[in-house]
């Protein structure tokens, strides 16, 4: 299937930035949407971004003017700029992506998640 890499997460100050990367691959792939989430200890995982591939985002309410979600369809790669971080954003952020892959003599869907990467963000 598809294969997805995150990048970026780390130990920042409030008011700090952090650049969140995801680098997909696999055999043939098509990518139709693609987004970050996020999970913080004893709580359900949360929308933090997602984009088509014709461009269109949606961001969740408490990350909205902050973060900025992009990809990168050549690269098969998802950015997440964070400006302005807050302690609360602190949290494992995931990629995922939906579209479909090519095994042997048809198109499957796929949804993958890659493992997170770990965003602590201190007061």
């Known amino acids: 299937q598809v294969q997805l890499v995150e990048s970026g997460g780390g130990l920042v100050q409030a008011g700090e930035s952090l650049r969140l990367s995801c680098a997909a691959s696999?055999?043939?792939?098509?990518?139709?949407?693609i987004g970050w989430y996020r999970q913080c200890p004893g709580k359900q995982r949360e929308l933090v971004a997602t984009?088509?591939?014709?461009?269109?985002?949606d961001y969740g309410d408490s990350v909205k003017g902050r973060f900025t979600i992009s990809r990168d369809n050549f690269k098969n790669a998802l950015y997440l700029q964070m400006n302005s971080l807050k302690p609360e954003d602190t949290a494992v952020y995931y990629c995922?992506?939906?579209?479909?892959?090519?095994?042997?003599?048809?198109?499957?869907?796929?949804?993958?998640w890659g493992q997170g990467t770990q965003v602590t963000v201190s007061s």
């Open positions: 984009i088509t591939d014709g461009g269109s985002t």
């Open positions: 696999g055999r043939l792939f098509s990518i139709n949407a």
């Open positions: 995922n992506a939906k579209g479909r892959y090519f095994s042997d003599v048809y198109w499957s869907p796929f949804d993958s």
